[in-house]
């Protein structure tokens, strides 16, 4: 079990960015390494949806609303994972979750971070 711990939200103007930041501190490296780290955000009145993972071989996924807008990395060194978010829309907004899936169908979440993209 990964414990997870998001940082970077905030409050951006349309347009502008954001980089999101997730760390398992207390994770062990080769235990890290292993699991397929995404970001899924939650928008008020919505379902929680993948907005994009990544998988142990840095193989990354975007949902269709993100491409060419986000990018997802990984420092498996460091057990932190990020999501970089350029040309912000007001539809990003929401509580934005780190997920940990383990091979064996594990999941562990983190707290989550609000990003609220507004004028």
């Known amino acids: 079990q990964l414990q997870l711990a998001e940082s970077g939200g905030g409050l951006v103007q349309p347009g502008k960015s954001l980089r999101l930041s997730c760390r398992a501190p207390?994770?062990?490296?080769?235990?890290?390494?292993?699991?397929?780290i995404g970001w899924y955000r939650q928008a008020p009145g919505k379902q929680r949806e993948l907005v994009a993972d990544?998988?142990?071989?840095?193989?990354?996924r975007y949902a269709d609303s993100v491409k060419d807008r986000f990018t997802i990395t990984r420092d498996n060194s460091r057990k932190t994972v990020w999501l970089q978010m350029n040309s912000l829309l007001p539809e990003d907004t929401g509580v934005y979750y780190c997920?940990?899936?383990?091979?064996?169908?594990?999941?562990?979440w983190g707290q989550g971070t609000q990003v609220t993209v507004s004028s």
């Open positions: 997920n940990a899936l383990g091979q064996d169908g594990t999941s562990d």
């Open positions: 207390r994770a062990i490296f080769s235990v890290f390494i292993d699991y397929t």
């Open positions: 990544i998988t142990s071989d840095r193989t990354p």
